[in-house]
């Protein structure tokens, strides 16, 4: 494959991880969802994931995936547990009265089950672009 697939795979990954960075801002500054004390930690992880990706696609580095993979999977996992307990109506679990009691949706999904969407497409984009490379 050529260098424009690659680059436009890290991109696909950058606009995941903006949007996902834009939203979780939306969510608390302008709807004013606290955030629970489980939703910052893939806050935390999908921040820098704008910034990785983004310089990734724009110099061709589709080793990016070394700095990429730690960073989403991490957050999946964090997301995958939070949506667990969300769905279970653990809601004590989530501290800080926060995402679990509040549900709010998005096109019937809750707002850990968005992040893990958004962690697992940056992943697959940069595993991906890495793939093509290989």
């Given at each position: 494959m050529d260098r424009v697939t690659e680059r436009r795979l890290l991109a696909f990954?950058?606009?995941?991880?903006?949007?996902?960075?834009?939203?979780?801002?939306?969510?608390?500054?302008?709807?004013?969802?606290?955030?629970?004390?489980?939703?910052?930690?893939?806050?935390?992880?999908?921040?820098?994931?704008?910034?990785?990706?983004?310089?990734?696609?724009?110099?061709?580095?589709?080793?990016?995936?070394?700095?990429?993979?730690?960073?989403?999977?991490?957050?999946?996992?964090?997301?995958?547990?939070?949506?667990w307990l969300q769905a279970s109506g653990a809601s004590s679990s989530c501290s800080l009265g926060g995402c679990a009691s509040v549900q709010y949706r998005l096109a019937g999904l809750t707002i850990p089950n968005l992040a893990l969407i958004a962690f697992l497409l940056a992943s697959a984009a940069a595993l991906a672009a890495w793939r093509l490379e290989w």
């Open positions: 990954g950058t606009v995941v991880a903006a949007v996902a960075t834009a939203g979780s801002l939306y969510f608390s500054e302008v709807m004013g969802l606290l955030p629970c004390e489980l939703c910052w930690y893939p806050r935390i992880l999908m921040y820098p994931l704008v910034v990785v990706l983004g310089v990734a696609a724009l110099e061709g580095r589709t080793s990016a995936y070394r700095t990429v993979l730690p960073l989403s999977v991490l957050g999946a996992g964090i997301a995958a547990y939070h949506s």
